[in-house]
């Protein structure tokens, strides 16, 4: 596709780029075109951020998206600009259609990913996949059109007044980086905060329509016919239109697709520095759910065996001081304090909107026995990662129980890797004990496993268990997109201790346990025993190996 040619003689114009007839002195008209790289440029990057962040959420595994979406951007950029060398003889009328489609593409692409993934997503088949596959299109069609903008521009900045290509590449890529930069960080801290991943997303095509049909429009009309002009008018027009209605009715398109991820009993939905909290139920006899980014993270249907199987182990044996991290929700801390002896708990959790609605929403508080309002109960947002830092070695608990999402979802690996239970390992007595959510054991045992291999590499010795009986009607785990019939169906746990092998029982003089037995334990633990997975590495914050 690269095309041999020899070099013009230094200082002969190409045959079909005359000077452009503008309405402004040429330096003013270079600066403009210098504006519109700036803009182009910062809008192109927030569309690549908001695909790899919508894709994060719906799809899972940060890591993988990024790199899906990156790879095939970058890819279709060169292929854009190749492309694009066709369009130099009309680089004003190219660029301007160009900038159209790219706004109408980009504006509507995190309201495409989203209709998908809400009203397709559980179809089963090749429709369960849809959202990946819509991402890689997105990816491809934007950078296609990313990677035509240079050419084109660089022929447009030559019409006004030429000069040497390197001074000329200069000026432009310039632009271009500046501006990069700007949407880079007007994304995570302007756009998403304040009008979030769809509104923002359509805001941000409708700058690049306004941009790019200003500068053709008037700075290059001269280089257009009067049919040409017409065309991009009505074009653009019908771009702003288009991405003025979604945002009329973004927020009646988010209430419907949220009602077709979750149901019609939603009764919460925030997005918070931190992630998307959603609450359904818990009214009329409803059971509670408790949803963050996607992932049922509570279900009132069986959230009492999740959290008996993970507290109760972990508290036979000295608990007079208890440590949870994560567990906002405060059903962790329900049944801690069920147990007799305890003086003190302490919560970390990261989410501050999390811990406001174990407060104040009345069936949550419900539920976790409004454990908030006990004098014993001391909470903390903070990162459980920055906190252990920060605890210092004189800090002595009996218990610390990690109660976090599954290791499977990137942004969690930091708080299952080896590094992070030596951090735990510190703030815990010499006879204290410490328990892992470690994901579902059938369905994901290499990452159970790799739980329990980071522990006994960061000096523990450990005794895995798991418990069954999950509600199976949402998938929990870390790609939803995968559905229901492949959810999870058991509660994997690992209990650890810095020194002996600690027991797995049931403390005598304990509350009585709803859903355990010294039996059921014990079976439970067998059953898990059975499916380990040998030769598998421990995981670090720089080689993770979920």
Request: glycine share 12%.
């Amino acid at each position: 596709m690269i095309e041999p040619h020899a070099p013009a003689p230094p200082g002969t114009p190409p045959p079909w780029a005359g000077p452009a007839r503008l309405p402004v002195r040429p330096d003013t008209g270079r600066f403009l075109v210098l504006a519109c790289v700036f803009v182009c440029a910062a809008c192109g990057l927030v569309y690549e951020l908001e695909l790899v962040a919508l894709a994060s959420y719906l799809i899972g595994d940060s890591v993988t998206q990024a790199s899906v979406v990156l790879s095939v951007m970058v890819f279709a950029m060169g292929i854009g600009s190749l492309a694009a060398k066709r369009l130099r003889w009309r680089a004003a009328a190219g660029f301007g259609a160009i900038e159209a489609l790219l706004a109408l593409v980009g504006g509507c692409s995190a309201m495409a990913l989203y209709a998908v993934f809400a009203w397709t997503g559980d179809w089963g088949g090749l429709w369960a996949n849809g959202s990946r596959y819509l991402l890689v299109a997105f990816s491809l069609a934007i950078g296609l059109l990313i990677g035509a903008e240079v050419p084109l521009l660089m022929e447009l900045i030559q019409r006004i007044r030429r000069q040497d290509a390197g001074g000329a590449v200069a000026d432009l890529f310039a632009a271009d980086y500046v501006g990069a930069l700007v949407g880079g960080l007007a994304f995570p801290f302007l756009l998403l905060p304040l009008f979030g991943q769809l509104t923002g997303a359509l805001l941000t095509g409708t700058v690049n329509a306004v941009a790019g049909g200003a500068l053709v429009l008037g700075l290059f009309r001269g280089d257009l016919t009067r049919r040409a002009r017409w065309l991009l008018l009505v074009a653009n027009l019908a771009v702003l239109g288009v991405l003025a209605t979604a945002a009329v009715l973004v927020d009646d398109f988010e209430r419907a697709a949220r009602h077709a991820v979750y149901g019609h009993d939603v009764r919460v939905a925030l997005q918070t520095d931190v992630q998307e909290i959603v609450l359904t139920g818990g009214t009329e006899g409803r059971p509670l759910d408790l949803f963050l980014d996607g992932r049922l993270r509570v279900s009132g249907r069986d959230e009492h065996r999740y959290h008996e199987a993970l507290v109760h182990p972990a508290m036979y044996g000295p608990h007079a001081r208890v440590l949870i991290l994560g567990g906002g929700d405060g059903l962790a801390a329900r049944e801690v304090l069920r147990h007799p002896g305890v003086r003190r708990v302490d919560v970390v959790e990261l989410d501050a909107e999390v811990l406001r609605l174990a407060r104040q929403d009345p069936a949550l508080s419900d539920l976790n026995g409004h454990v908030y309002g006990d004098p014993r109960v001391h909470v903390t947002t903070a990162d459980a990662f920055r906190w252990l830092r920060g605890a210092g070695p004189t800090s002595s608990y009996d218990v610390v129980i990690a109660d976090l999402p599954d290791p499977g979802i990137t942004a969690s690996t930091k708080l299952y890797s080896q590094e992070f239970y030596g951090l735990a390992r510190r703030v815990l007595a010499p006879d204290g004990r410490l328990v892992v959510h470690a994901g579902p054991v059938a369905s994901r045992p290499r990452v159970f496993w790799t739980v329990d291999t980071t522990l006994r590499a960061a000096g523990f010795r450990t005794t895995p268990y798991c418990v069954g009986g999950r509600d199976s009607g949402f998938a929990a785990g870390p790609d939803r997109t995968f559905g229901a019939s492949r959810a999870p169906h058991d509660w994997g746990f690992v209990l650890a201790a810095p020194g002996e092998r600690p027991p797995l029982g049931l403390d005598p003089r304990g509350p009585r346990s709803r859903t355990l037995t010294e039996g059921t334990l014990q079976a439970d633990a067998r059953a898990a025993e059975g499916a380990r997975v040998g030769g598998l590495a421990a995981s670090t914050l720089v080689h993770p190996r979920y």
